[in-house]
């Protein structure tokens, strides 16, 4: 169906900035919500945010409101998460996700249709 390939993790100080991708392909990738979600060392994996197939319509998990923003470049497939104001407790495996469900749908893991391979941002006090 579809294939995610995320990219942009690193190593970054707190309070600085990263911006994730992950680019979608499959004949189907225009059709799907998109969004991230992450596990920290020790932890369940959670959402983060989502993003309807046309880019009009975010959500976000509280924690990261004001701090993250997703976007979508739809005519590459392609969605963005800019990270600013990154805290050591954002360090985690990013992953991006899609799902057929919409984007309010995909919040909820049990919604997934396909992950991406994850990308790790460590952010340091």
């Known amino acids: 169906q579809v294939q995610l390939a995320e990219s942009g993790g690193g190593f970054v100080q707190a309070g600085g900035s990263l911006r994730l991708s992950c680019a979608a392909s499959?004949?189907?990738?225009?059709?799907?919500?998109m969004g991230w979600f992450r596990q920290a060392p020790g932890k369940e994996r959670e959402f983060v945010a989502t993003?309807?197939?046309?880019?009009?319509?975010?959500y976000y998990a509280n924690f990261v409101k004001g701090r993250f923003t997703i976007a979508r470049e739809t005519a590459k497939n392609t969605v963005f998460l800019q990270m600013n104001s990154l805290k050591p407790e954002d360090t985690a495996v990013y992953y991006c996700?899609?799902?057929?469900?919409?984007?309010?749908?995909?919040?909820?893991?049990?919604?997934?249709?396909?992950w991406g391979q994850g990308t790790l941002v460590t952010v340091s006090s």
């Open positions: 996700a899609a799902s057929l469900s919409g984007a309010q749908a995909l919040a909820d893991q049990r919604r997934v249709n396909a």
């Open positions: 499959g004949r189907t990738a225009s059709s799907f919500a």
């Open positions: 993003i309807t197939w046309s880019g009009e319509f975010k």
